[in-house]
């Protein structure tokens, strides 16, 4: 079975430009999970869907980032414009629930190694 | 008190060693516990789910102690292929996934 698909796998741009992340969860899947990590700040959760609609986006660290997903099958993570203090790998997460107290773990996408210089 | 804490170690432990790590939660309504692998450039993996009555795999077990608020992960018989970062995963509110900042685990030959 296929897993998460990311892309790119890596990013490196300049300053201020515009980075698109995208993301292809697993098929069935009903949650969308999108994660950042550094070596200061560990594993954060950004933004997360249920069926499409995004549910909790408390983590988005700025109005600079936003995030989309137009169909089930695909997510956009998006930074406009961006900064070097965004450089981080993100990773893209997807799971489906099971039962009303049964949470099912989430699996992982490669991720993407994002360098903003 | 942060809402899952772990030992960041490293816990360097010889070949054939038994280890455990203990990660603790905040949250005393918490439902689901993973433990989740991850290697260096990697993206976080699933080792296991842990359940209320505990549950092995092959050299891997996992307990919950809801009482105490702690879950834990035993590794015996360390190979090298061991050599991770593991990272406790606590279901905090609906479908909210809290991770700790990881152990760092590094088996010697």
């Known amino acids: 079975d296929a897993g998460v698909i990311q892309s790119p796998r890596h990013e490196v741009t300049e300053m201020g430009q515009e980075v698109t992340l995208r993301c292809k969860p697993i098929?069935?899947?009903?949650?969308l999970f999108w994660y950042r990590q550094t070596m200061m700040r560990g594993l954060e959760l950004l933004i997360y869907?249920?069926?499409?609609?995004?549910?909790?986006d408390s983590g988005m660290p700025e109005d600079r980032f936003s995030a989309k997903m137009p169909n089930a099958s695909f997510s956009t993570l998006k930074i406009q414009p961006s900064e070097p203090r965004d450089s981080a790998v993100y990773f893209c997460?997807?799971?489906?629930?099971?039962?009303?107290?049964?949470?099912?773990?989430?699996?992982f996408g490669d991720g993407t190694r994002l360098s903003i210089l | 008190r942060k809402e899952v804490e772990q030992d960041p170690g490293p816990f360097n432990v010889p070949e054939g060693a038994t280890v455990a790590f203990n990660c603790t939660y905040s949250?005393?309504?918490?439902?689901?516990f993973f433990w989740y692998r991850q290697d260096c450039r990697k993206e976080p993996k699933l080792l296991m789910s842990?359940?209320?009555s505990g549950n092995e795999d092959g050299r891997f077990t996992a307990q919950l102690n809801r009482a105490s608020q702690y879950i834990s992960l035993l590794i015996r018989d360390s190979k090298l292929s061991d050599s991770a970062t593991y990272l406790c995963?606590?279901?905090?509110?609906?479908?909210?996934?809290?991770f700790g900042t990881g152990t760092r685990l590094k088996v010697l030959a």
């Open positions: 997460a997807s799971s489906k629930l099971r039962g009303a107290d049964h949470y099912q773990p989430q699996h």
């Open positions: 098929s069935g899947h009903d949650y």
């Open positions: 869907f249920n069926n499409n609609v995004p549910i909790d």
């Open positions: 949250n005393s309504a918490s439902q689901s």
């Open positions: 842990v359940y209320s």
């Open positions: 995963v606590v279901n905090d509110i609906p479908y909210k996934y809290i």
